[in-house]
T-cell receptor, first 115, second 115 residues
């Protein structure tokens, strides 16, 4: 059972455009929602994360929007640049307690930003 | 701070051989996690270890796979009698605590190819 569903699988955006990636989760015990960026041949690197006590978090060009009632969260990349071309993964974990160390990942979105 | 170090970066094994993957956590981190990434898939949790202890191996296949984190030296993920389906990228992460997935840092991974 896939607990975090991510879409789209791939995304092509023109330079300067907005990239939007969506995720939905099932486990209501999830309490921490990070996004990871992965370049080819590299490990995932934390990009931005949110807790469900806020509906939005912004860091530079990257924004997470969170809808607790719908159990959905999304990543928005404003003014997308060719250097943003990478695979993006959403993930979720419990905030504390048993199993809170375990991240559940979506399948990833391959973003290509074209000049 | 050298980050999480994994080696080798690439490993080719013939079917039936053994694969040993090594992970040295970040300085000051005593919690190590192994994840597997199959092609076109997200990362999936395999095992969580502390020094000399396996805390959670719920994501490990029951046979052929084992992990350890000795008192001295790196954590080792061992796959015996490899099969083609074991071909994947194996990522190690470390964190300063085992509470929550905050502070996770991933290594660059070992890409295992079974021929």
């Amino acid at each position: 059972q896939q607990q975090v569903k991510q879409s789209p699988q791939s995304l092509i955006v023109q330079k300067g455009g907005i990239s939007i990636i969506n995720c939905a989760y099932e486990n209501t015990a999830f309490d921490y929602f990070p996004w990871y960026q992965q370049f080819p041949g590299k490990g995932p690197a934390l990009l931005i994360a949110i807790r469900p006590d806020v509906s939005e978090k912004k860091e530079g060009r990257f924004t997470i929007s969170f809808n607790k009632s719908a159990k959905q969260f999304s990543l928005h990349i404003m003014d997308s640049q060719p250097g943003d071309s990478a695979t993006y993964f959403c993930a979720a974990s419990k905030g504390s307690g048993a199993g809170s160390y375990q991240l559940t990942f979506g399948k990833g979105t391959k973003l290509s930003v074209i000049p | 701070n050298a980050g999480v170090m994994q080696n080798p970066r690439h490993l080719v094994r013939r079917r039936g051989q053994e694969a040993r993957l090594r992970c040295s956590p970040m300085k000051g981190h005593s919690h190590v996690y192994w994840y597997r990434q199959l092609p076109e898939e997200g990362l999936k949790f395999m095992v969580y270890l502390q020094k000399e202890n396996i805390i959670d191996e719920s994501g490990m296949p029951k046979e052929r796979f084992s992990a350890e984190f000795p008192k001295e030296g790196p954590s080792i993920l061992r796959i015996q009698q490899v099969v083609r389906g074991d071909s994947a990228a194996y990522f190690c992460a470390s964190s300063p605590t085992g509470q929550g997935a905050y502070g996770y840092t991933f290594g660059s991974g070992t890409r295992l190819t079974v021929v």
